[in-house]
């Protein structure tokens, strides 16, 4: 017995679950300052939501675990479609909140299909490029043809809603894995340039006026300081305003009497700047970066290439949040309204971030078997 149960935790990675552990025992103490102000009666329920949240999170990713990551694999093309199908009924029926229509109201709980779709292309591509056996020099325009529309549709489909950072999240979660899988240097050169190209016609046709707005008051956050620049500079003065040592819990001005707006989702992380200064924040930054590289650990070792794909998958939906989200608060990148994960409020996310760590956790679980 006790040699099975030494076996057992020698097979689980301890570190991945410590960081996890820690990014949300980080995220909670934030989050309980961020909806505790002298003036956030409406938002102080949120904090315990997130408590229940996070257990369904914590339940998901033990299930995940000890799911081998194979038998979710034969289940992707379901996944994928019924995903699709989700966003499609929320492009047309879906509950409309701050002008956005994003959400799937189920009465006990507001559903966010875009944050699922996330995890379920990363499965669906992960099972595509297994398949691929691309040259040394990488894979041509015919074999990236198919994953790219897998990749275009649900895109398509959440830009609608309107929701750019969401799609821009898509594409950047579906280009780093095919990245890694590798491509040829001239389809790379190409599909930059078309990129290039049609950002002028996405200015023009697609994007909606507060999109460039967003864009605009990047560029010169000072030209409308009560208006469509409010966002950015009052993130700014938050994060600037903790210093090295920031003010104390509960102790920023900014959050406490809500200058700070959407403090407890988009700007969770201007909180914690502010109340616990360069110090808190680089702890944050450094505990995400450790988490990256057990991650890329797992992924070097896992017993074959699904599950390494899986893993660098699940990675980059990681990164490219945390590196959005940090960069529009403290203003290198424009407000696209992207959650900071583990740390940000939020029932779909939290509980698809967990999901994809639980994934990582099956991967790392099995590595030993082999």
Request: contains cysteine; positive net charge.
């Amino acid at each position: 017995m006790l040699v099975s149960e030494r076996n057992f935790f020698n097979r689980l990675d301890i570190r991945l679950i410590a960081l996890i552990f820690v990014l949300n025992v980080a995220g909670l103490i934030n989050l309980f300052s961020a909806t505790h102000g002298p003036h956030s009666e409406g938002v102080a329920a949120l904090f315990l939501q997130q408590i229940i949240w996070l257990a369904g999170g914590w339940t998901l990713f033990g299930i995940m675990t000890f799911i081998d990551y194979i038998w979710v694999n034969r289940l992707v093309w379901v996944i994928y479609t019924l995903n699709v199908l989700a966003l499609v009924y929320t492009d047309f029926h879906g509950k409309v909140v701050l002008g956005g229509q994003r959400w799937i109201d189920l009465h006990f709980f507001r559903y966010q299909p875009s944050e699922t779709m996330k995890l379920a292309l990363i499965l669906l591509l992960a099972k595509i490029l297994v398949g691929k056996n691309p040259q040394s020099r990488g894979m041509g325009l015919r074999e990236i043809i198919f994953p790219a529309i897998l990749v275009l549709v649900p895109f398509v489909l959440t830009v609608k809603q309107p929701d750019l950072g969401t799609g821009l999240l898509l594409a950047l979660i579906g280009g780093t894995l095919l990245f890694f899988v590798k491509i040829r240097k001239g389809i790379l050169i190409f599909l930059v340039t078309v990129g290039m190209i049609a950002i002028p016609a996405a200015w023009k046709f697609i994007m909606k006026d507060y999109q460039k707005n967003r864009i605009l008051t990047f560029i010169s956050p000072d030209s409308d300081p009560q208006g469509k620049g409010y966002n950015s500079i009052q993130s700014k003065i938050a994060v600037g305003s903790g210093q090295f040592l920031g003010k104390g819990f509960r102790q920023g001005t900014q959050s406490q009497l809500e200058f700070l707006p959407e403090r407890h989702t988009d700007f969770i992380f201007s909180v914690l700047s502010e109340e616990w200064g360069f110090i808190g924040s680089f702890l944050v930054m450094l505990t995400f970066i450790i988490l990256f590289f057990v991650c890329f650990e797992i992924a070097s070792r896992a017993r074959d290439k699904n599950g390494a794909l899986l893993v660098v998958g699940v990675t980059a939906y990681l990164f490219w949040h945390m590196f959005i989200n940090m960069g529009m608060v403290i203003g290198l990148l424009p407000i696209v309204g992207v959650p900071l994960p583990l740390l940000s409020y939020g029932g779909s996310g939290m509980l698809t971030t967990m999901t994809g760590l639980g994934i990582i956790s099956s991967v790392a679980y099995r590595r030993h078997l082999f």
